[in-house]
């Protein structure tokens, strides 16, 4: 009888020890679930089939980005097909396009992209980008597209601090610093005129910058530089990689490239291979650009802003289009914002492009409203507002050249109190 109670009481207390051990399992002791997808920062760039270029300016860009938000994770896409399937058949070396990046991003899952390009200007690389990643706005919780290099007025004034800094052995007397841009038919190709008058309003009288495929041209430059006196060049790229155009059409030997045209032309020619993509100076503004992006407020409607008048900042993409005033009325659902410009030389404004205002008739026009005996000194403009913090087109005529011209105006809502604001 002893036995069998000394049996059961030995079963009995199994049964207790492996009901506690049941009871005390512990929710972390289930498989746990996946980690929440790190955020993406994909570096959007043309691409080059130069190895040691790459690696020296997107390659270095990219380490800047990476180093400067750890966490994010950095991805790379080029715009430029014919150069991913040169790597490809050459190298082996796969490298998605901006859709294959898009795709990949939704099939792993990631709901929060910032896009960086390393494109010089806005323009047809650009504007193409910005399509093909919005098509996928609707798969992500955010998706944020940075801008290029050279967009504000501050940007042209860093670089050219950048680029001189950088070229300073080369800034000497009797010395041309010579830049070779791209250049293009997009209206953004003015981006190397301003890029010019940087350099000349910053005191680099001896800077000239020209382009490959359009204006300023090679032969507009070997006037410039004959004018100033100088007996020797430098030449350098205005592109983020030293490819094929700074190997060949700059540097080369063969008898269009810039090199041998100089050269013909009197000068001693140094040709410097270094991509813009290589000045640490250039990579911290492109860190920038993509802070500037990640912390920026997106659109803000009128339905999303308290009924009333608020002293707002506009930011315009011409210094020629300054606006040093300006007062936002938000009412029923719209909003008008009245402009006080620093000067008077614009008699009408249309919303939109100068293209589209070519075409449009006058009751589309917003019309200089100063009333005042100061007239001749600004002008006034009230003109409609979509949305806050967004870009948007505006045509200006110029009353001396009897044109239009594009500017872009982006309304800040900063300056609006939190108190005001109905934001989701």
């Excluded at 800047?64 to 715009?79: G, I, N, S």
């Excluded at 030293?242 to 490239?257: C, L, P, Q, R, Y």
């Amino acid at each position: 009888m002893k036995r069998i109670t000394k049996i059961f009481s030995l079963v009995l207390a199994l049964l207790m020890l492996l009901s506690m051990a049941a009871c005390g399992k512990k929710d972390t002791d289930k498989p746990k679930e996946p980690d929440e997808k790190k955020p993406v920062l994909l570096v959007v760039s043309f691409g080059t089939s130069y190895n040691e270029s790459r690696q020296q300016t997107i390659g270095a860009v990219e380490s800047a980005l990476q180093k400067a938000y750890p966490d994010y994770e950095v991805r790379r896409a080029f715009t430029s097909q014919i150069i991913i399937d040169k790597l490809k058949e050459r190298d082996g070396e796969e490298t998605d396009n901006v859709t294959e990046a898009m795709k990949r991003l939704v099939a792993d899952g990631v709901k929060d992209v910032v896009v960086q390009p390393t494109h010089v200007m806005p323009g047809f690389e650009y504007d193409d980008m910005v399509k093909e990643v919005s098509a996928y706005e609707q798969f992500f919780n955010t998706l944020k597209i940075g801008k290029p290099l050279l967009t504000s007025e501050e940007d042209f004034k860093t670089l050219a601090d950048v680029l001189a800094k950088e070229t300073a052995d080369y800034n000497t007397d009797g010395t041309a610093v010579v830049w070779m841009g791209h250049g293009t038919e997009h209206k953004a190709n003015t981006t190397y005129a301003t890029m010019q008058k940087a350099f000349t309003d910053a005191g680099y009288s001896n800077y000239f910058v020209g382009t490959v495929e359009a204006t300023p041209t090679l032969e507009d430059l070997i006037g410039l530089v004959k004018e100033s006196g100088a007996k020797k060049v430098v030449l350098l790229p205005l592109m983020i990689v030293a490819g094929d155009h700074a190997n060949n059409d700059m540097a080369g030997d063969e008898e269009d490239s810039w090199k041998t045209q100089f050269e013909k032309a009197g000068f001693e020619v140094t040709p410097v291979l270094h991509g813009l993509g290589q000045y640490p100076g250039v990579q911290e503004m492109i860190v920038k650009h993509a802070d500037e992006t990640m912390h920026a407020v997106g659109p803000i409607s009128a339905d999303q802003i308290a009924n009333g008048q608020y002293n707002i900042q506009v930011e315009s993409s011409s210094s020629m289009f300054n606006i040093t005033d300006c007062v936002l009325t938000v009412e029923n659902g719209k909003m008008t914002a009245r402009m006080t410009m620093s000067g008077h030389g614009y008699g009408k404004l249309f919303m939109g492009t100068a293209e589209e205002a070519a075409k449009a008739s006058e009751d589309a026009f917003c019309m200089d409203v100063q009333s005042t005996s100061d007239a001749d000194d600004f002008n006034v403009f009230e003109v409609p507002v979509t949305a806050l913090n967004t870009e948007i087109n505006c045509a200006a005529w110029s009353i001396n050249k009897e044109q239009w011209y594009d500017r872009v105006l982006v309304f800040s809502s900063a300056d609006i109190p939190a108190e005001s604001l109905h934001l989701k």
